[in-house]
């Protein structure tokens, strides 16, 4: 990422009590070499991996800066994440270290160093001895930055390794969809862990000389808009229910400083877009994008939006479709990722060198793309992706469960929720036992997968290489 002046106003922190604290660049840059000294202290070193649980908080930001100034490898991760989904996590990154907040550490299995935030202002407490920072690294474009951990559809979720030049990538995206500008305030409201927090909560925005908003708090559908024109936010990207559920729960005004609002995950609907569009005089500019390659398309910056659109391929990126499948040429794109962590070579690439997203989509006369579905049946709800195998998993260690499947099913606030589908081993289906299976998928895996509709069955359909038809299911 460019330099900027250390005077340079970087990241305006919200904190879950409410307190506001504006930090400039040079602030930021001393309070991470110091951390990255205290993450020398403890064993970490170029390469090495550091897991993080913790919310929109300024120490997150600072462990991210920490490892790419002494090139260990960040490891964001959910905070709504339990034991099951961090072990996974651990045996395939295998961590050094994992910074987080107290009551978030006890989920995690022995034998990883941890890191409390206690820790973390202990080691910038300049009242107390401190590590020296770690040598700057000097980093080449290849070598390793980031891994995200994908959603899981046909198995366990795949950690995603991206190098030092997806950081910089971000400056297409940053600059032709996000639309920050110099001096901007951005707030990016998706939760730390996800692949958008990790390109777009504070790198996009400060590639463009914008500043970050943070604020760690849950949905509140006043209160975000309170914070909008208390702070004059410039660029606001939600995902599609937190419109959805601004338009439902609040009476829009207008945000006088708000000039562009971004979203992405799943298509909005008309009636939503023209609320914002007669309160705002805005249209939502939609995008999509992959854990595996980073934005790639969007409703751009200076081109009419195409309601129910994900947009155009960003400048530059290759894009086709073929039998109904958005395919991208890897070579093109500056956020391809480098690879599996469990697997060996790089990405499986077909034809001339393209990424096969998984994605369906439909081309107008235009260029503009339309999603259409996925072919792993990813759940999309509330902006969370979600793998119906991580949720079927969960049912599974039930002891009433015999056999379970997880679908999509439509919602109109959340655009869709999980929909369990139960074969039970013993007993018989009741609403107690639906609330028990919900509670219990809760307790082993991020409550945000937990299925809000559980039917009963006494099988479930399957092709005869036992492969589930999800499609009857739906």
Known sequence: MERRPASHPALVEISSDGRRRLWHM?????????????????GVGRGDVVMTLAGNRVEWVLALLACWRMGAVALPCSTQLRRADLTHRIAVA????????????????GGVECMSMADVANSLDEDRPQETPAAQADLDPDDPAL????????????????????????????EHWLGAREG????????TGWSKSARNVFVAPWLMGAAALLCDSRFDAEERLALCEREGVSVLCQAPTEYRMLAAQTQLRPLPDLRRAVSAGEALGAETLAGFRDAWGLEI???YG????????????GEPVRPGSMGRPLPGIETRVVEGELQVRAAGCPTFFSGYLAAEGPP????????????????????HLFHEGRRDDLILSAGYRIGPFEVESALLTHPAVADAAAVAAPDVERGAVVKAVVVLADGEPSDAL??????????????????????????????TTGKLRRAELR
């Open 26 to 42: 040079g602030e930021l840059s001393a309070r991470a070499a110091g951390l990255s000294g205290a993450f020398a202290a403890r």
């Open 94 to 109: 295998n961590p050094s270290l994992c910074v987080g907040s107290e009551p978030l550490l006890a989920e995690v299995p």
């Open 147 to 174: 891994i995200v951990f994908t959603s899981g559809t046909t198995g366990e979720p795949q950690g995603t390794l991206h190098p030092v030049r997806y950081l910089a990538g971000q400056r297409l995206q940053a």
């Open 184 to 191: 901007d305030l951005v707030w990016v409201t998706t939760s």
């Open 285 to 287: 500019s939609d995008g």
């Open 290 to 301: 992959q854990t595996e390659t980073g934005h790639i398309t969007g409703n751009l910056v």
């Open 348 to 367: 499986a690439l077909v034809g001339e060198g393209w990424w096969p997203t998984g994605d369906l989509v439909r081309e107008d006369a235009n260029g």
């Open 434 to 463: 639906a609330a028990e299976l919900q509670e219990h998928v809760k307790s082993v895996t991020a409550p945000y997968k937990f299925p809000r509709i559980v039917e009963f069955a006494d099988s479930l359909p399957r092709t």
